[in-house]
């Protein structure tokens, strides 16, 4: 079965710190991961992926299939990264969403 | 382009009723998908359609009932409203299933069951 831990509901940082939002998975295949955000009042939007290696505004996430981990990074916080966010894992043509993780920058 | 259109956007039912909520993506997508979003939960996905005239299903199908009406249309059909099933409906397309598919999302739908 494919699973998609996010052991952090909520990460509170302020502006110009690093963050690091963690995300492990399970998965018997080789993986595809994605990480998803959701503003506020906007709708769930993909931010990144994993096969294309690149970074969206300032995020990076390296795919690390020993520790199988995707966690996504960025060196300093800016306030409008304040957001839900969503890693996320297809396997078995099926996309399965980890429970997420709040990111709250304060000034 | 509209994308991925949902609705309606907002919903009160009592316990027991039935109701239908609407997806179509303009987007010429195969595959669409209802997820269920809940605090601490994150998104579950509930039914998938692969592509047209097929359907499987996810994680959450109970009480739930989905129809592929056509390529651009996908249904979500609550017969028997329960209080459990109070939650954020999000449709989603992709024009496949499989690795490396984007998921575009509608803008959800807000159920109340009391």
């Known amino acids: 079965a494919q699973r998609v831990t996010q052991p952090e509901k909520l990460l509170s940082v302020f502006k110009g710190a690093p963050v690091e939002l963690k995300c492990n998975y399970s998965?018997?295949?080789?993986?595809?991961l994605f990480w998803y955000v959701q503003y506020s009042r906007q709708r769930l939007q993909l931010l990144l992926r994993h096969i294309s290696r690149e970074s969206i505004k300032g995020f990076t996430a390296d795919l690390n299939k020993g520790e199988t981990s995707f966690h996504l990074k960025k060196p300093f916080a800016q306030e409008e990264d304040s957001a839900m966010y969503y890693c996320?894992?297809?396997?078995?043509?099926?996309?399965?969403f980890g429970t997420g993780t709040r990111l709250l920058v304060s000034p | 382009n509209a994308g991925v259109t949902q609705t309606p956007k907002f919903q009160v039912l009592k316990t027991g009723q039935s109701m239908t909520l609407q997806c179509a993506q303009d987007m010429n997508h195969n595959s669409m998908y209802w997820y269920r979003q809940d605090p601490g939960m994150g998104l579950r996905l509930i039914y998938y359609s692969a592509s047209e005239g097929t359907t499987d299903k996810g994680e959450v199908p109970n009480g739930y009932n989905v129809s592929r009406l056509n390529k651009r249309e996908f249904s979500l059909r609550l017969e028997s409203a329960a209080p459990s099933q109070t939650s954020v409906y999000f449709c989603?397309?992709?024009?496949?299933?499989?690795?490396?598919?984007?998921?575009?999302f509608g803008s959800g739908t807000q159920l109340s069951v009391l």
């Open positions: 998965y018997s295949g080789s993986p595809e």
């Open positions: 989603a397309s992709s024009q496949n299933t499989g690795a490396g598919e984007k998921l575009f």
């Open positions: 996320a894992l297809i396997g078995f043509q099926k996309l399965v």
